[in-house]
């Protein structure tokens, strides 16, 4: 079993900066891609960033020059840095990583509220 947990959601003001944490804990031989992904009010969840275990980032055009994903892969954490930081991304944001235990399976984690004001 693998558990996800996410921190360092909260209030900040509109341009301020948060940054986020996962940590994969459980029976991990591998971990692949992890990545973030977010749910606002009303909306579907829609991709916020991802990291592969070779490096490769991807991000949604939102985010681009203001959010940036990174990985600590001896701890299994992954990270992501919020940047001038807007009401619109205001949203519950999920953790979710690719994970070998012996079967290769997706995880996610449970959320953590980031709320903008403006």
């Known amino acids: 079993q693998v558990q996800l947990v996410e921190s360092g959601g909260g209030l900040v003001q509109a341009g301020g900066s948060l940054r986020l944490s996962c940590v994969a804990s459980?029976?991990?031989?591998?971990?692949?891609?992890m990545g973030w992904h977010r749910q606002a009010p009303g909306k579907q969840r829609e991709l916020v960033a991802t990291?592969?275990?070779?490096?490769?980032?991807n991000y949604a055009d939102s985010v681009k020059g203001r959010f940036t994903i990174s990985r600590d892969s001896a701890e299994n954490t992954v990270y992501l840095q919020m940047n001038s930081l807007k009401p619109e991304d205001t949203a519950v944001y999920y953790c979710?990583?690719?994970?070998?235990?012996?079967?290769?399976?997706?995880?996610w984690g449970q959320g953590t509220q980031v709320t903008v004001s403006s």
């Open positions: 459980g029976s991990i031989f591998s971990m692949y891609t």
């Open positions: 990291l592969t275990r070779g490096g490769t980032t």
């Open positions: 979710n990583a690719e994970v070998y235990t012996g079967l290769r399976k997706m995880y």
